[in-house]
């Protein structure tokens, strides 16, 4: 939770569905919000399945005061209970990371889309270079401009 080890998987059940997972929290001061996101994620090069849990609310140090996640009360507290559940969802992984670049890669390869940004490429420096032209024109204009007010002011002196 927030990027701590709280605890561990304890049993997996694969059903048509859905996965069901539970999970064995360490120390039962730790309490984790009903309202929080929680996914599986696959971390480090062997493909170590985490769950994260983040928490979606603020906490306030009176609710956790009077949270006992064993009690019969914590039903209507804003905490999970003992034995209560949490729908998740699947979280990023390696396998949906080697798809996109696939992807990625594979319309990069497309001659068709190398062709256009080409084209535009060489568009690009064209505009560009016309571009330095015409402003070297507006200075020249400018100067012109500048000289004969130049001239024209101090002839009257």
Known sequence: M??????Y???IQVKYNYVLIKININVSSILIPKN?????????????TVV???PLQNISSQDIESTN??????????????????RGERGLNYDDLVRAATRISQRFDDPVLFNLVNILLHNTIYISSEFVEFT???VDIAILI???????LFSQI
Do not use: M, P, W
């Open 52 to 54: 994260d849990i983040t």
């Open 69 to 86: 996640v064993f009690a019969k009360s914590c039903v209507k507290s804003s905490f999970l209970c003992h034995y209560d559940y949490i």
């Open 2 to 7: 927030r990027g701590i080890n709280i605890g």
């Open 136 to 138: 070297n024109g507006i």
């Open 9 to 11: 998987v304890n049993k």
């Open 146 to 152: 500048y000289d004969y007010l130049y001239q024209l």
């Open 36 to 48: 929080s996101l929680v996914e599986t994620t696959q971390t480090g090069l062997l493909n170590d």
